[in-house]
């Protein structure tokens, strides 16, 4: 990747709740466009907008031959070339609860109030990045992430919350396989 | 005086009630100019008072009632949608009634919101809002003539806090805007019979 190449992170819209959360995507083009070999980033927000109407949920391309036939399209490659924009990562995955269990139970009365028990939850955060390359109109390849927490709340009068973040988690585990595999890209 | 109060009370927590249930909300937002190449044609456009002021009234039992007010930001965004998928539009103020009326167009198009509907997660049990819009866009030539009619939905969704129920309604009232929009700005371009309406305007080139 050339120092004047960008990068913008897209999230796969589905249009049903298993989808990679926006959340997700921005944590992600903040930790590739930040600390240790920073990379250029453009934002999806941005990039839809300059792009619009063909990066929206459902226009989109699906996949490099939809691609090669948007550029095609009138406007469409000169765009990109100003925005500089060089890889597109696509991200596929969500955060899905897996387990939960234990009891807690909380009561107000008139002479006060309190909790009591332990109740906990799994999560498990498995997520993909697809990356194509626009200058060469190539799938340049896919990596992944995968992440799993236990949170707990405990309850001895006052609810104690102890919330892990596998989302988070995976988010720096695929921004540090971005960063790398897109610093060891031919340019 | 016990019993003024009692039913003062009664009427103000009623009212209270009632504003703490009603949702009254004016979209609004900004949507991107499509970046597409203009059809080489002259078109009117007719935006009837309904769709320009588009407003929907819903009351759900137990939940709650809502007014979103959507017709002010989707004219707005469809006059820029129109302007950039023709070469040249005026607005006119009703639907040409006969071809002498269109004098200086090539044809005419009619965007109209035939329905819109949206889901709450109370509703659907999913983390997010959604909302959907049924547009329908006829095509009209210079005599009149139906050149195609097409109905697209607009969908939008977003992801919402605990207490920003509104907000996410109005974001995904943009969303479906934008959608809608987007379809409407690469379908349309790309129908066989507007290409050769459009050849058949300019003397059978594009």
């Known amino acids: 990747m050339s120092s004047g190449d960008a990068l913008v992170i897209l999230g796969r819209a589905s249009y049903n709740d298993r989808e990679a959360e926006a959340s997700f995507t921005k944590c992600l083009s903040d930790s590739v466009g930040e600390g240790r070999d920073p990379l250029r980033v453009v934002s999806e927000p941005e990039f839809k907008d300059l792009m619009y109407p063909w990066f929206e949920p459902r226009t989109a391309p699906t996949n490099i031959d939809e691609l090669v036939k948007l550029f095609a399209q009138p406007g469409v490659r000169d765009q990109v070339e100003t925005s500089q924009v060089r890889y597109i990562a696509w991200i596929n995955g969500d955060t899905v609860t897996t387990g939960k269990g234990g009891s807690l139970a909380c009561t107000l009365s008139t002479v006060g109030g309190g909790c009591f028990g332990v109740s906990f939850w799994e999560q498990d955060a498995s997520y993909e990045a697809s990356i194509w390359d626009l200058e060469n109109m190539t799938s340049a390849g896919a990596i992944s992430a995968d992440a799993t927490g236990t949170s707990y709340v405990a309850g001895v009068i006052l609810p104690i919350p102890l919330v892990a973040r596998p989302g988070n988690a995976a988010c720096k585990a695929l921004a540090t396989q971005l960063k790398e595999f897109l610093l060891t890209e031919e340019p | ?206």
């Open chain 2, 1 to 206: 005086m016990g019993d003024v109060s009692l039913k003062t009370l009664v009427a103000v927590f009623a009212l209270l009630m009632l504003v703490a249930c009603g949702h009254n909300i004016v979209v609004e937002g900004t949507i991107p100019t499509p970046r597409i190449a203009a059809l080489p044609v002259n078109v009117g456009i007719h935006y009837s008072e309904e769709f320009r002021s588009f407003e929907h009234k819903e009351v759900i039992e137990d939940i709650g009632s809502w007014k979103i007010s959507l017709g002010e930001q989707n004219y707005v965004f469809f006059r820029t949608l129109m302007e950039t998928m023709f070469e040249t539009t005026q607005e006119v103020p009703e639907p040409p009634s006969s071809p002498a009326r269109l004098v200086g167009l090539d044809g005419f198009v009619v965007p109209e919101i035939e329905k819109y509907g949206f889901l709450t997660p109370g509703i659907s049990g999913l983390n997010f809002y959604s909302a959907s819009i049924h547009y329908r866009v006829t095509l009209f030539n210079s005599d009149g003539e139906t050149v195609h009619e097409w109905q697209v939905v607009g969908y939008g969704k977003s992801e919402t806090g605990l207490f920003n129920g509104d907000n996410a309604l109005e974001e995904a009232t943009v969303m479906a805007i934008r959608d809608g929009g987007a379809r409407i700005a690469i379908d349309i371009p790309q129908a066989p019979s507007v290409l050769s309406w459009v050849a058949e305007v300019n003397g059978g080139a594009l």
